[in-house]
């Protein structure tokens, strides 16, 4: 690969000139999108965004968020999680297929950080309560609760509908 700035041919896994130090990219990737723009040039040709600082300054790659492993089932296996569905300030909510009654629901995991054993007792009657209100159009059901590994969890009726994600589900308060 021969460099644009001084002429020296360098080897084809080289970013840098041997000889100059010029990079010899041939795409530049922005800094605030990730699109790619030929080399040289000044803006994101997706967004408009700035390139100069990136086609100057060589980057370290940003460090990874460390992922997060996704349980496969809750309750000692009962409910097989399909795929999570989305997460609030105060649960996470899988789909779920409840493997005792063969049907697909939500299944709801309370988060636990800064729980004191008043709020678990709080939501342990909450619980309860909701469970006793029986079949309404404008009540949703629980189906189970319970506890996971030290952590609360609600079932419930998966609601079909939208979502802002386009899932196809509405995702109860969560």
């Given at each position: 690969?021969?460099?644009?700035?001084?002429?020296?041919?360098?080897?084809?896994?080289?970013?840098?000139?041997?000889?100059?130090?010029?990079?010899?990219?041939?795409e530049i990737t922005c800094p605030s999108c990730g699109e790619t723009s030929p080399a040289g040039s000044k803006f994101c040709k997706k967004y408009g965004h700035s390139l100069i600082e990136k086609?100057?300054?060589?980057?370290?790659?940003?460090?990874?968020?460390?992922?997060?492993?996704?349980?496969?089932?809750?309750?000692?296996?009962?409910?097989?999680?399909?795929?999570?569905?989305?997460?609030?300030?105060?649960?996470?909510?899988?789909?779920?297929?409840?493997?005792?009654?063969?049907?697909?629901?939500?299944?709801?995991?309370?988060?636990?950080?800064?729980?004191?054993?008043?709020?678990?007792?709080?939501?342990?009657?909450?619980?309860?309560?909701?469970?006793?209100?029986?079949?309404?159009?404008?009540?949703?059901?629980?189906?189970?609760?319970?506890?996971?590994?030290?952590?609360?969890?609600?079932?419930?009726?998966?609601?079909?509908?939208?979502?802002?994600?386009?899932?196809?589900?509405?995702?109860?308060?969560?």
């Amino acid at each position: 690969m021969k460099c644009p700035n001084c002429q020296t041919e360098n080897p084809e896994d080289a970013k840098f000139c041997m000889n100059c130090g010029q990079s010899l990219q041939t795409e530049i990737t922005c800094p605030s999108c990730g699109e790619t723009s030929p080399a040289g040039s000044k803006f994101c040709k997706k967004y408009g965004h700035s390139l100069i600082e990136k086609a100057t300054k060589p980057t370290k790659p940003k460090p990874k968020k460390p992922s997060t492993i996704e349980p496969i089932s809750f309750a000692g296996g009962r409910y097989q999680i399909k795929k999570f569905l989305g997460e609030g300030g105060k649960k996470k909510v899988y789909l779920a297929n409840d493997t005792v009654l063969d049907r697909d629901v939500a299944f709801a995991l309370i988060k636990t950080e800064k729980l004191d054993d008043e709020a678990r007792t709080r939501i342990t009657r909450e619980d309860q309560a909701m469970g006793k209100l029986g079949d309404h159009p404008n009540i949703v059901t629980v189906y189970d609760f319970g506890d996971h590994q030290g952590q609360p969890y609600m079932v419930l009726p998966l609601l079909p509908g939208g979502d802002v994600e386009g899932k196809g589900y509405a995702l109860l308060r969560i």
